[in-house]
């Protein structure tokens, strides 16, 4: 199982700032964190991920490893390690958490595939409730 990301009301660039900020405090496990809430909530930002409540860290980096197929194995990482911060499993250390970062600036700066089949990875639908992200702006 894995760990709900809430409701993300930030700007993603606040929970960058925030990931850094923990990060220069010494605090490697907040800066995963916060960097795991920055991805998705670029994410979100950018419609490649329908936001919904039960948003888990590795449904966000599914849907993203679909637009950033290059960065997926990065992406499946990273929900792994939030997920073992969140729960406790273990500590992330200041390299896994600079690497947070680092995966966020490359896809912030990055340029995603095609959006005509973001949507779905290996012909699975990967919104939320079968919803596209197309019918959530047409309002369905």
Not at 51 to 77: C, H, Y
Not at 81 to 109: I, P, S, T
Not at 122 to 127: C, H, I, L, S
Request: net charge negative; with cysteine.
């Amino acid at each position: 199982t894995s760990t709900l990301l809430d409701d993300l009301p930030l700007r993603s660039g606040d929970y960058r700032s925030a990931a850094q900020e923990f990060l220069e405090r010494g605090d490697a496990d907040g800066c995963v964190r916060e960097a795991m809430r920055a991805l998705a909530r670029r994410g979100i930002e950018r419609g490649y991920i329908v936001a919904a409540p039960s948003l888990t860290a590795r449904e966000a980096s599914r849907r993203l490893g679909v637009v950033f197929d290059e960065k997926r194995d990065r992406l499946r990482w990273a929900a792994d390690l939030f997920d073992a911060v969140e729960y406790g499993y273990r500590h992330a250390d200041h390299a896994q958490a600079q690497a947070m970062l680092e995966l966020e600036r490359a896809l912030r700066r990055g340029r995603a595939r095609s959006d005509t089949d973001h949507d779905y990875v290996a012909g699975e639908n990967m919104t939320s409730g079968g919803m596209t992200n197309d019918d959530v702006a047409a309002g369905r």
